[in-house]
């Protein structure tokens, strides 16, 4: 009995059969404003789906200087993200970074790690050819809701 209804709520997804879940955009003025035409987050069902953060300082609209400024601020704007949607750090289920240097690797995963609660999300890292604004790091993430 079990495996039937298994293959039943499967063939509901495959067909399309299930209503699509509502979308709701998510906005916060404790992270920068988006620079493109582009939403901070949105969220889908459960599913928060943010787009990318650099360490821009909310405050001032200024990129933060450095590496490790620019690491914690942009993972801050995150939080900051999520934190309008109910969320933390905790709820990120998968993480990309990108890198306009990968010899940062080292360096923004040793902060990355003294930032991100445990356990980690999946995460890729990817180098990058250029970032905005000349931004060293740039994450984006995808979160849920525990039901």
Request: some cysteine; glycine content about 6%; charged content about 15%.
């Amino acid at each position: 009995m079990k495996a039937t209804h298994s293959c039943l709520a499967l063939s509901l997804l495959v067909c399309g059969c299930v209503a699509a879940a509502p979308r709701a955009v998510v906005r916060t003025d404790a992270a920068p404003i988006p620079v493109g035409p582009y939403s901070q987050a949105v969220r889908a069902g459960d599913h928060l789906y943010l787009a990318g953060q650099i360490g821009i300082d909310p405050r001032t609209g200024e990129l933060v200087d450095g590496l490790e400024a620019q690491v914690r601020q942009a993972l801050a704007n995150l939080a900051a993200v999520l934190a309008a949607d109910g969320l933390e750090l905790s709820d990120v289920v998968s993480m990309t970074v990108y890198l306009a240097d990968f010899g940062d690797f080292a360096a923004m995963n040793a902060i990355y790690a003294s930032v991100v609660p445990n356990p980690p999300p999946a995460r890729t890292t990817i180098a990058a050819a250029a970032l905005p604004r000349n931004a060293r790091v740039e994450f984006s993430a995808i979160a849920v809701h525990a039901r």
